[in-house]
């Protein structure tokens, strides 16, 4: 993933990366809602309803394309 979004009352707010690959929002807001996620090639995939839960690996149901 190059890049992980949140939606907000406002639009998309880019989360920043951490230096050990994680995206995090430092006060938890806007968590809970829409996400996008973008490839390194600049595919965007957007999925709704992934309630945040922390040290649990939650699946999306979209899937990159091939490249």
């Given at each position: 993933?190059?890049?992980?979004?949140?939606?907000?009352?406002?639009?998309?707010?880019?989360?920043?990366?951490?230096?050990?690959?994680?995206?995090?929002s430092?006060?938890?807001?806007?968590?809970g809602?829409?996400?996008?996620?973008?490839?390194?090639?600049g595919?965007?995939?957007?999925?709704?309803?992934?309630?945040?839960?922390?040290?649990?690996?939650?699946?999306?149901?979209?899937?990159?394309?091939?490249?």
């Amino acid at each position: 993933m190059a890049a992980l979004e949140v939606r907000t009352a406002d639009g998309w707010r880019q989360l920043p990366r951490t230096d050990y690959d994680y995206f995090l929002s430092a006060d938890g807001s806007e968590c809970g809602g829409a996400i996008t996620i973008t490839d390194i090639y600049g595919e965007r995939l957007t999925n709704t309803g992934i309630e945040p839960r922390p040290n649990i690996v939650q699946p999306t149901g979209v899937q990159f394309s091939r490249q």
